[in-house]
């Protein structure tokens, strides 16, 4: 064998041991990428059997619990929500189901007369909602010039702004309002100076009025036992301008309260708690 086929020789040689080398790292990198992929696949697997097995446990335990669950799931996937959102509808849940189970480890006392009367107050709801709420609606923050005053001086929140289940037709949808249980025959006052736009009865908003005032604002007062004012009418804040009812759609008396921007149904409450504050 002369020099230059040897050399050829220890050049294959070489060539060969890198590509085994090369070889065997391909192969020791593919089975890392298995193993994670097998792990991964594995701890998916059991989180979604743990929280199946939670559900099914939740359903059976406390119905009630999970159809808070399942109702406060189907709002957070309507929209977009920030992380912050999410950890705070999930500890609401949490919490919700844990009050729950304390209060069924406690043996049950004879309800007082004030007891039995704010639940029915706070049963006091109805109306109807929007089955598609996406540009209608908004949770944003608002701002408005002229500060509100609230339409009622003394109430309960029966009901929240947001996704439910109606409690009249049993549809899920968004409610566009504040429901605000008091007695029949409070007076309702209007939440800012305006003239009356609207005012009549449907058999869903019941005895209603509507009042337009300035910065593209509209307020919407439904469910009242009579209304006191008339069309054109030009009412000053805190005027009374119906008494609360049990009108249209309605479990109990109560005011369903609307604050309209530009169009859009915002949350009363908002506006309310920065009174408040």
């Not at 743990?50 to 109702?71: C, G, N, Q």
């Not at 049963?123 to 909602?129: I, K, L």
């Amino acid at each position: 064998m002369n020099e230059n086929e040897m050399n050829t020789r220890q050049a294959l040689s070489f060539e060969e041991r890198e590509s085994r080398r090369e070889n065997l790292k391909g192969e020791k990198r593919q089975t890392g990428r298995n193993e994670f992929l097998f792990k991964t696949v594995t701890a998916q697997f059991i989180v979604g059997a743990v929280i199946l097995a939670a559900l099914f446990f939740m359903r059976s335990a406390s119905p009630d619990s999970f159809e808070y669950f399942k109702t406060k799931f189907n709002s957070l996937m309507k929209r977009d929500i920030t992380f912050e959102e999410m950890a705070s509808a999930f500890k609401s849940v949490a919490a919700s189901a844990m009050g729950e189970n304390e209060a069924q480890e406690v043996t049950a006392e004879p309800e007082t007369e004030e007891q039995t009367e704010e639940k029915t107050t706070q049963a006091a709801t109805g109306g109807e909602d929007l089955l598609k709420a996406q540009g209608n609606t908004t949770f944003s923050p608002v701002f408005v010039s002229q500060s509100i005053l609230p339409p009622l001086e003394s109430y309960t929140v029966s009901c929240e702004f947001g996704y439910r289940d109606n409690p009249i037709s049993g549809k899920y949808g968004f409610h566009t309002g504040l429901d605000m249980a008091a007695d029949e025959g409070t007076p309702i006052k209007a939440a800012y100076s305006g003239i009356v736009t609207e005012t009549g009865y449907t058999d869903i908003r019941g005895n209603y009025v509507i009042l337009e005032h300035s910065d593209n604002t509209v307020t919407a007062y439904y469910h009242c036992k009579e209304v006191l004012c008339e069309i054109d009418d030009n009412v000053r804040q805190g005027q009374t301008i119906a008494l609360v009812g049990s009108t249209g759609w309605s479990t109990g008396p109560h005011l369903h309260f609307e604050v309209i921007i530009n169009g859009v149904h915002c949350n009363p409450e908002y506006l309310l708690n920065e009174e408040a504050d």
